[in-house]
């Protein structure tokens, strides 16, 4: 009887967490495409078209209407890449100087990827050199050179402090050849569009939303590198401690990370 009802309680264990991996998943999946359609619709409009269709103002009220399309993202920017030798006129241009991350005059550098549209939800990142915070930097530089979404380690977020994730899409001059080196693809980038999964506010009111939400524990991490797992969502926990607990894998859709959940029961007061 006892075997029984532990069977019982690790088929809905796995059934549990499965259901919140698969739909966690899904929302991730539904955000990174609607990121990459924005990526193509910077090219299209900002530059394809001279002059640009595109200016703050478009950009924030077409972001914040289509806002509903990425349910996990608190918002998304658009960083131009400026190299050094433009740097005065892009700053005369713009009417404003650009500031690293800690909110301190830009240093000099090779080159520089300030934000020149912002959603309003996140227009502290207004004029923000991107590549003056190591994890942006990292995401912008690896962006580029594949071409795909890419997310970066868990880090607490700016503005709110939540731990969350950064995706990254380059954006290309409309004439990228579909079969691109890894050269073509660095020279021929002209900007970057991106946001960040606010994934300890926007997930836990994913989660709480679900039935027996009280009954178990929700964990996500980055386990791209295996012996070292980051947490990304849920209390620090210790693990391998618990009787029953269930792994889910994730695919977050950048192939260079892995991700899964583990669910374990809540220990009864
Ligand atoms: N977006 C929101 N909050 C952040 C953040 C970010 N990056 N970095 C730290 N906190 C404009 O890769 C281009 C967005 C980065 C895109």
Known sequence: ???????????????????????LQEQFGVTVNHVHALAILISTFHYEKLPSAIDQETFAKYTGRTSFERPLLNGVAYAQRVFHHEREMFESQQGWIMNTMQRELAPPQLEYAPVIFSQDTVSYLARIDMMS??????NILR?????KAVLTNPFRLLGSNHLGVVLTF?????DLPADASVEQRVEATIGYLGGAFDVE???????????????IVVNVYDVTNASEAMVLYGPPSLDEQVPLLHVSMLDFGDPFRRHEMRCRYREKP
């Open 1 to 23: 009887l006892r075997q029984e009802s532990m069977d019982r309680a690790e088929e809905r264990l796995f059934s549990m967490c499965e259901e919140r991996a698969r739909m």
């Open 133 to 138: 915070g190591e994890e942006d930097r990292e």
């Open 143 to 147: 962006a580029r050179t594949t071409g």
């Open 170 to 174: 380059a954006v290309y001059r409309p």
């Open 201 to 215: 506010s926007l997930v836990e009111n994913l989660l709480s939303k679900l039935a027996g939400n009280q009954d």
